[in-house]
């Protein structure tokens, strides 16, 4: 192991604002009023609306003093159109500052539509890195499930509904001025979405663990989220206590603060093609990509697996050996006891398109950060190891 | 043990953007630049400056097209007359961005000045909490001894010199803008203040991994602040390789980033009226008292003292039986093995004085967060027993 504890000496860390507690929803108007919005454009989603929390934050807004505009129009993998549509509203009505609440969906709507108030274009004009010119609107993100990480990353995902793919759009002025937390929202989120989005924050905690870009700054996140699945997954999706629902909360954003500085690797790669083309949950394709990922990539990192080990609740004397088998069996039972996906035939993935798959995930943001180069035929023997 | 894995349930977490690198100091001109700044007003001190940082910071302001003011005047423990005539140097040159270069005294001088050029008065009518109305000037700190963590922490602490006290100033917006470490400056830097300055990081470390207000946020950073100075500490301080280095600069990041959101506790609350009243050294103060402090404080925090075990090197299964002395005694033989100061008395306190220090410790902000109450004898017993 190497003395100084990172891959790479160089870093750079930048997260927003953190507020977390359970009860703090209730915050949203007196953060979107101390950004000095006037008029907020309020994104979210049917399910929030019908489980309460939207009325809440409208309250907290009206008493903060803030008018606002409501816009639902989200669907799970949020499509450029319901963003273009969501953009030609903001600006209708003259809204002044942007508030997501809900899952990665919402959030990332919230996001594109902030990229565009203030750049203009489609928002397939801000694929990639660093596209975005003009500085965005105040943007405060309110996460309602265990998984996604856009409240602190600088990383947006958006369906392209003409070509059938997902889209990365990275850049650091897309990380929100504010996320809010308040675990409590959890209460009323589906099961089967506190398993498949608290997948995501452990593939998410995983993957910027090994990214080559990880440092001791993002470490330790990774290794926390970790440490609190490890604890808290199972008994969550099967009890709904408060306490563990509260720790995938707090995993989900860990793991984010992590990866959206450390980037990620192969599973996010491959995922988001996968999305793009079949609209399938994000959460469950990971679940069933990370074991094979894991596969690839521990032979190259077995520096870190003492670490990781730790954080996966064993104690291990620092030395590598039995690490690995370890940490894939404990990850493996950890999936399986969630009651996690485990092949993509079980999704509706076709056989015939993995090689299309493949290729496309090659191009991926997320392949860049990865420990272990991948070529095509590497990552077509995962996605039929996962099939 | 609680199963949710923090003191409060309600959490805030805020750094600044972060940059840390070896040779990353070549890049204070475009960090300067970025934040739309013309004219910079470069805060260092003649130690820096005959090493040749100061140069090279010059350098690079001048290449990223920038013009500057030098601005010295500053002392171990910075005096409020060093930041008011700073401040109105800034003013008659013109500048219009601040650049801090140096260990805690040139980047609380730096903040000092920042907070008078926008807000006006004394900087003695900032003392306490929140008491600045008016947004700072542009501001980048770059940290070259391996301590005080100021380039990320929203406290500032000035010498009254009237008073011969010294007052804490604590408010988000002296935050900096942007942090940059440059672990390649340690190497200039005396081999008593390697030591003083890395034992106030073990401090901060400590007491924001026992504060009150801290979360899971926080103790991620304490506990590999923790690491990172156990391991390369003592190394450091004796053969001085630059990978050790470099990690007691990281663990200074690491622990700046925990007691900026969690706050601190007894040994800073008497550090600072000691520090007013001697003009000793800090780090020399902290490592005196941190002893005595977590004997008083263990019994209270026992629940977490198996993750600081982990921290500290060692491997316990979770129960805390043994742990208590182990931290103990390891924290002592770190400190001793260091070649830190083990008595005030050596530092030329008086013991007749210990009385009126504990009665002014009493006052300070970071008593509040102290994981157990202490009153006036209580002090005054921490402190006769580090005499």
């Not at 009206?62 to 816009?71: H, T």
């Not at 700054?217 to 199972?234: C, E, G, P």
């Not at 290729?359 to 272990?372: E, G, H």
Request: aromatic share 6%; proline share 5%; hydrophobic share 40%.
């Amino acid at each position: 192991m190497e003395n100084v504890e990172s891959n790479l000496h160089h870093c750079k860390f930048e997260v927003p604002e953190i507020i977390f507690g359970r009860g703090l929803l209730s915050q949203i108007g007196s953060c979107a009023r101390r950004l000095g919005g006037r008029k907020v454009f309020l994104v979210s989603d049917q399910g929030l609306f019908t489980a309460g929390w939207v009325d809440l934050a409208m309250r907290s807004l009206l008493e903060a003093g803030l008018s606002f505009v409501y816009y639902d129009q989200v669907t799970p993998n949020p499509r450029d159109t319901e963003i273009e549509d969501g953009a030609a509203e903001y600006i209708r009505q003259g809204a002044d500052v942007i508030v997501g609440l809900g899952g990665g969906s919402a959030m990332d709507t919230a996001k594109g539509v902030a990229i565009l108030v203030s750049n203009g274009g489609r928002i397939r004009d801000f694929e990639g890195s660093d596209k975005i010119i003009r500085p965005l609107p105040p943007l405060v993100l309110c996460p309602t499930t265990c998984g996604t990480g856009s409240d602190v990353s600088q990383f947006a995902v958006v369906n392209d509904t003409e070509r059938r793919c997902k889209m990365t759009i990275m850049s650091r002025c897309i990380a929100p001025d504010i996320s809010l937390t308040d675990p409590d929202t959890l209460s009323t989120l589906p099961d089967e979405y506190v398993c498949t989005t608290a997948t995501d924050a452990l593939s998410h905690a995983l993957e910027a663990f090994f990214s080559v870009a990880s440092t001791s700054l993002t470490d330790v996140h990774a290794i926390k989220a970790v440490r609190l699945l490890s604890k808290s997954l199972v008994k969550a999706v099967r009890e709904r206590r408060p306490d563990d629902l509260e720790n995938l909360s707090r995993a989900s954003l860990h793991a984010g603060m992590a990866f959206s500085n450390s980037l990620l690797g192969i599973v996010h790669a491959l995922a988001h093609p996968i999305g793009g083309f079949y609209d399938v949950n994000h959460g469950s394709v990971n679940a069933i990509l990370l074991p094979e990922v894991l596969r690839y990539d521990i032979p190259v990192v077995a520096e870190k697996l003492p670490e990781l080990a730790w954080g996966l609740g064993h104690l291990s004397k620092g030395e590598t050996n039995g690490s690995a088998e370890m940490v894939q069996d404990t990850v493996e039972a950890l999936l399986d006891a969630s009651g996690a996906p485990r092949s993509l035939r079980s999704l509706g993935v076709v056989r015939e398109d993995l090689p299309d798959l493949a290729r496309k995930a090659l191009k991926d943001v997320c392949i860049v950060t990865s420990p272990r180069e991948a070529d095509e035929k590497d990552l077509l023997r995962i996605l039929e190891k996962a099939y």
